[in-house]
């Protein structure tokens, strides 16, 4: 079943991330009670399962290779993360550019990535 519905899932989930990404947020209320570094924490979370949700898409849709899925993904998920930061400064009043929320982003694609790859199973190649 998660196979037939994995391409939707991956694509409402992109379009969640990139919504959520770019409207106005209040976390006045939140930074009292979360520490100040649990935005990284979401970054990382975030862009680790968004790596995780389209190689499991393109691994079995297409006939590649684990390491070229893996390629393709990361560097579309680290390029979705910096264009995502890049409208944040460009398109809103109440976002802007955070080279940390980037770095966040890229370490969460390189350890989701880093566990796919070393993750052994049959059907995967």
């Known amino acids: ?4 519905h994995a ?7 992109t379009l969640t991330l990139f919504t959520v ?3 106005r947020l209040d976390l006045n209320k939140i ?16 862009y680790g399962l968004l790596t995780c949700l389209w190689f499991y898409v393109i691994i079995t849709r297409f006939n590649f290779t684990k390491m070229k899925t893996l390629l393709i993904v990361t560097s ?15 398109l809103t009043n109440t ?3 955070d080279l940390y929320d980037i ?6 694609v390189v350890i989701a990535a880093s566990i796919v790859l070393l993750y052994k199973k049959s059907h995967v190649k």
């Open 21 to 23: 990404s770019l409207i």
């Open 95 to 97: 976002r802007s550019f």
């Open 7 to 13: 391409l939707l899932i991956s694509v409402a989930y």
């Open 103 to 108: 770095t966040a982003n890229i370490g969460g």
């Open 31 to 46: 930074e009292d009670l979360v520490p100040s570094f649990s935005d990284k924490m979401f970054h990382f979370a975030a």
């Open 1 to 4: 079943m998660l196979k037939k």
């Open 76 to 90: 579309a998920c680290i390029a979705f993360g910096i264009i995502i930061e890049v409208l944040q400064k460009e």
